[in-house]
């Protein structure tokens, strides 16, 4: 057996890389994982969606992730940035919610978990390794990669999974990558010691407050720490100078429902920015050659969904190639099928991301009226419902219907975003009796 040829290759040891790595190495497929970093590494991506939570039973891991100690989500809560109105979403009272709980994670300890998992299940993992460049031909992939001392490295096997995230190592080099041309937005985020906690299982939740045109997330991480990040349009920073510190505390003093909760608050380490996350590649699959979770797209972190987006298409991936593998074929069918399911599910997010930086999706999502269980149909999505059946498609589509319909005959009262309305605060709880 040559020792440089493998089943699979999977490049980067993100959660999709290593989601991925774990599925192949359970079907005793020999996989190689080339990881540029060495872990423990920060990344963000914080709050997980429920639905994560088979793939998790699947591969062994709720009594590593339980003993880590991160926080449970039960829910998630939308907030009008003064405070006038807010929404919690409670997974266990959706009534099409089949999972009904996750953790909130600090990343850098929950992707080293996912990494060492691939590799007790069989996985080659190689920390400090960067692929530089694929080639495909007909009977297998070919990549150059460099070892941690820079001495570079050529690797062969019948399949290549992309899991580069970002990085979008194979996309680039075949110049596919599109950035969406509208969403052009900037993150600053960090993550801070002493924020407010609501009581009891509320506490998990992740938080999003949302002002005209910005939002805000609190998301949990551990016992002690609270990740906080701000979404903004690129523009809109530049227009106010550009300093990530001065604009993120100008706008967390401007906010009440954030100011509150960090007015005893201290940052831990620093203060960083992200931006131009919203993108696909035109293709997410080539010859031999499969695109998960960032590498294949990724649009607005308001739904918590890349995490789980990553890992659910990198099972999708798996299952490809273990069956082009005992098919002895090179699955041209099976990846064109996989490119199908996953671009299906990336635009059924895309379309609720749309709707969501439109203000009558945000009145009618603040003030839910419980109407043919629309409202449990959000909260499906929101528990990462990818390829919901007819019940909940129908509800979506009927509920971006009265969003259109917000916009020109108010069903709801319009929502101002203006000054603070303070002690005034009307909460829904998004359930119907059932
Ligand atoms: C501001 C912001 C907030 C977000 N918040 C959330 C959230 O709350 N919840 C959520 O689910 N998602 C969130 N996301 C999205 C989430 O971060 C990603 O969707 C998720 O990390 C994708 O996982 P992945 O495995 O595809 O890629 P990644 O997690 O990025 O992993 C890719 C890996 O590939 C490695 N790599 C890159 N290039 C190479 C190379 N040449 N050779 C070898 N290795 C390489 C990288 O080092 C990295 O470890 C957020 C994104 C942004 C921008």
Redesign the pocket.
């Known amino acids: 057996m040559n020792p440089d040829f493998f089943d699979a290759i999977v490049?980067?040891?993100?959660?999709?890389?290593?989601?991925t790595a774990s599925y192949l190495a359970l079907a005793g497929k020999r996989v190689l994982l080339?990881?540029?970093?060495f872990f423990p590494?920060f990344?963000?991506?914080?709050?997980?969606?429920p639905y994560n939570t088979a793939i998790f039973r699947d591969l062994g891991l709720l009594p590593v992730l339980k003993a880590a100690g991160f926080p449970r989500k039960t829910g998630a809560q939308f907030h009008l940035a003064n405070g006038a109105q807010s929404t919690q979403f409670i997974f266990s009272r959706g009534v099409f919610t089949r999972e009904h709980e996750t953790v909130q994670v600090e990343?850098a300890v929950f992707?080293h978990i996912l990494l060492k998992r691939a590799r007790e299940l069989g996985a080659d993992a190689r920390e400090g390794?960067?692929?530089?460049s694929f080639e495909s031909g007909n009977d297998g992939v070919g990549v150059k990669?460099a070892d941690p001392d820079g001495k570079v490295h050529s690797f062969r096997a019948a399949f290549l999974i992309d899991?580069?995230?970002?990085?979008?190592?194979t996309g680039n080099q075949e110049n596919l990558r599109e950035f969406h041309p509208r969403h052009k937005k900037l993150?600053v985020?960090g993550h801070f010691a002493g924020v407010q906690r609501d009581p009891g299982d509320r506490g998990g939740d992740?938080v999003i407050v949302r002002a005209e045109n910005k939002w805000f997330?609190l998301?949990p991480v551990s016992p002690e720490k609270t990740?906080l990040?701000l979404?903004i349009d690129k523009d809109e920073f530049a227009k106010a100078g550009g300093d990530p510190e001065k604009i993120f505390q100008r706008w967390c003093d401007s906010t009440p429902m954030v100011k509150e909760r960090v007015a005893n608050a201290r940052l831990v380490g620093k203060l960083q920015t992200?931006s131009d996350?919203s993108y696909f590649n035109k293709r997410y699959v080539g010859h031999r050659l499969l695109r998960?979770?960032?590498?294949a797209g990724?649009m607005d972190?308001i739904f918590?969904?890349?995490?789980?987006?990553?890992?659910w298409s990198?099972k999708l991936a798996s299952e490809a190639v273990i069956e082009s593998l005992g098919a002895n074929s090179d699955g041209a069918g099976r990846l064109r099928r996989y490119e199908k399911r996953v671009d299906g599910a990336l635009r059924f997010y895309w379309r609720m991301v749309e709707y969501y930086y439109t203000w009558p999706f945000m009145e009618l999502l603040l003030q839910p009226r419980p109407h043919h269980h629309l409202p449990d149909a959000v909260n499906a999505v929101l528990a990462g419902e990818l390829e919901p059946g007819w019940s909940v498609r129908w509800r979506l589509r009927y509920f971006y219907f009265l969003v259109k319909l917000q916009s020109r005959f108010p069903i709801v009262p319009h929502l101002p975003f203006g000054p603070a309305r303070r002690g005034k605060t009307e909460t829904h709880e998004c359930a119907e009796s059932h």
Not at 129 to 132: A, G
Not at 292 to 295: H, K, S
Not at 304 to 311: D, H, K, N, P, R
């Open positions: 490049i980067g040891g993100g959660p999709g890389g290593s989601c080339l990881e540029k970093e590494r990344h963000i991506g914080e709050s997980l969606l990343r992707d390794w960067t692929v530089q990669a899991a580069s995230g970002r990085g979008n190592v993150s985020f992740t997330w998301i990740s990040g979404v992200t996350f998960v979770g960032d590498a990724f972190p918590s969904a890349g995490v789980f987006l990553a890992m990198g």
